[in-house]
C-alpha cells in the first residue's frame, strides 16, 4: 500500500466525513519524498569530489547547521542544530558538503544519538581525518506536543573520535569555541 493510501486510511478513522481533507494524502505523500529524502542518498555521493588538499592543522569546525528530521518513535519533528567539526590529515572538504552530509541523515527516521554518530562516522569515511566531533542540541516535539508536553527543552548528544578523544585540551577547545 503507498503512502498516499495509508494517509487516506488514517485521515477516514480520524474524520470519517471530511470530504475537504482529499488532497491531503498526495499532499502528505509529497512531503514524505521531502522529510526522507536522505534514503536516497549516501555520504560518498554527497561530499563526490569536493576533497581538497589541507592548507592547514588546525581543527575546521562548521557551527550551528540548522535541521529538521524526524523522531522513529513517534514521526514528530526534531528541530536543533549541529557542530560539525574534525582535525583535518591530508584533505579537506567543501564546507556545504558538511551542511549536506547533515542533512543526509536527518532527512530520516532517526534517533538524535544515533544521527550523531552517523554524521560523525560519514565525516570519518570520506575524509580520514585525524578526529571527528559532533555535538547536536535540539528539541523533539514528540517531547512538546504530547508525553510530558514541555517545549524548549533541548537534548545535547556529542560524538567525538580520534584526536578529540585522545586531547582533552583540543575536545576543550572544541566545545569552547565552536558549541558556545
Ligand atoms: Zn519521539
Redesign the pocket.
Same mark, same amino acid.
Given at each position: 500500500m503507498t503512502i498516499e493510501k495509508n494517509i487516506q486510511e488514517i485521515l477516514k478513522t480520524l474524520e470519517p466525513e471530511a470530504t475537504r481533507l482529499h488532497k491531503t494524502p498526495h499532499r502528505v505523500a509529497e512531503s514524505y519524498k521531502e522529510l526522507f529524502c536522505g534514503y536516497t542518498q549516501s555520504p560518498e555521493q554527497v561530499v563526490g569530489d569536493a576533497l581538497y588538499e589541507a592548507p592547514t592543522s588546525e581543527i575546521i569546525a562548521l557551527r550551528n547547521i540548522p535541521f529538521t528530521s524526524t !523522531?522513529? *518513535? *513517534?514521526? /514528530?519533528p +526534531?528541530i536543533g542544530h549541529a557542530h560539525v567539526g574534525y582535525f583535518p590529515d591530508k584533505q579537506i572538504v567543501g564546507i556545504s558538503k558538511l551542511v549536506r552530509l547533515v542533512e543526509c541523515f536527518a532527512r530520516r527516521l532517526q534517533l538524535q544519538e544515533r544521527l550523531t554518530l552517523e554524521i560523525a562516522q560519514a565525516v570519518h569515511n570520506v575524509l580520514a581525518p585525524k578526529g571527528v566531533a559532533v555535538v547536536i542540541s535540539a528539541e *523533539? /516535539? !514528540? +517531547?512538546a506536543q504530547r508525553g510530558p508536553k514541555k517545549s524548549g527543552v533541548q537534548l545535547v548528544t556529542r560524538h567525538f573520535s580520534g584526536v578529540f578523544c585522545s586531547d582533552r585540551a583540543l575536545r576543550e577547545e572544541f566545545l569552547r569555541t565552536c558549541c558556545l
Open positions: !523522531c522513529e *518513535h *513517534h514521526m /514528530l +526534531i *523533539h /516535539l !514528540c +517531547i
